[in-house]
């Protein structure tokens, strides 16, 4: 069985409740959406060699209707942590 991740829009505390509770014995993990805000819209212009077209498609339909999405545990990226100490 493949694990599952569910990411819940931040101030959804009912549905990540909800879920966290319902998902108990199940082989997947609820988690809080991290991200404080959008970062698409770019402040200043980039220059002409960067992309012009966005890669990232739309938000899940659930994303906006149901304030969560899930995704398969291996599509998430693991945050790395970098050792900043000198060798």
Do not use: C, N
């Amino acid at each position: 069985m493949t694990a599952l991740r569910i990411f819940v829009k931040r101030g959804a505390i009912w549905r990540f409740h909800r879920l966290s509770r319902d998902a108990r014995e199940l082989p997947v993990s609820v988690e809080w959406d991290r991200r404080s805000h959008d970062r698409r819209g770019a402040i200043t212009p980039v220059p002409d060699e960067h992309r012009k077209e966005d890669r990232r498609g739309a938000p899940a339909s659930t994303w906006d209707t149901a304030e969560f999405v899930v995704v398969e545990a291996s599509d998430v990226p693991q945050p790395t942590r970098t050792d900043s100490r000198q060798k």
